[in-house]
């Protein structure tokens, strides 16, 4: 999968349903998955019950739509200013992990909330592994070695889950990490 297209893959979203998608998403995350009901979500979002449904015809479906839109905005995010794969795009990746969690304060991963406080939705259960595999393949790809995908993987997610305790220690430690996997990748080619 070329991450440079990936828009294409994911459900093409018009720009209402898309401006939507952004407004669930922030309501899910200032007020978590179980509580909001669906008139609070209208609320949030700002738009009648009538357009909510039109674009979301369930609360499922608005989750969903909030998860779809948060992992697009994630893959953008840490892939921008990525020119070509290698150490220093994994690097890269770390430090765009340590601004995101800033940004969102350090809490749980949106994916692992939704699926909590949804454990019976096959859509939303197959969403997040979904999601979680191709960050998989983008890491990856993004590294630039397919064998390195799993162990960046690990990097990644000990950080989000660690981030709240350690702060940047965490992302220094991934990186660090990340940088002694390809020096020492190196060295055994060179031997």
């Known amino acids: 999968m070329n991450f440079f ?3 294409n893959k994911y459900i093409l979203m018009d720009n209402a ?10 309501v899910f995350w200032s007020r978590g998955f179980a509580e909001p009901s669906v008139p609070e979500l209208r609320a ?4 009648s019950m009538r357009t909510l449904y039109r674009y979301f015809p ?3 479906a608005m989750v969903l739509g909030a998860l779809e839109h948060r992992h697009l905005r994630y ?9 070509e794969p290698g150490l220093a795009a994994a690097e890269q990746l770390f430090d765009k992990l340590g601004g995101w969690m800033q940004m969102t304060e350090g809490r749980a991963c949106f994916f692992k909330q939704a699926l909590s406080a949804n454990p019976d939705s096959v859509q939303i259960k197959a969403t997040v592994k979904r999601h979680k ?4 393949e983008f890491f990856g790809e993004l590294s630039g070695r397919e064998s390195y995908a799993t162990t960046i993987y690990l990097l990644h997610e000990g950080v989000m889950a660690g981030y709240a305790e350690l702060g940047e220690t965490i992302v220094e430690d991934a990186k660090r990490m990340v940088r002694d996997m390809f020096k020492n990748a190196n060295e055994r080619r060179l031997s």
Not at 20 to 26: F, K, N, P, S, V
Not at 133 to 136: H, I
Request: aromatic share 4%; proline share 0%.
């Open 5 to 7: 297209s990936l828009q």
């Open 17 to 26: 349903q898309r401006q939507i998608a952004a407004g669930l998403e922030q």
């Open 44 to 47: 949030g979002v700002g738009v």
């Open 58 to 60: 369930s609360r499922e």
């Open 75 to 83: 893959i953008d995010y840490v892939h921008e200013g990525v020119r």
């Open 133 to 136: 595999a191709e960050l998989l």
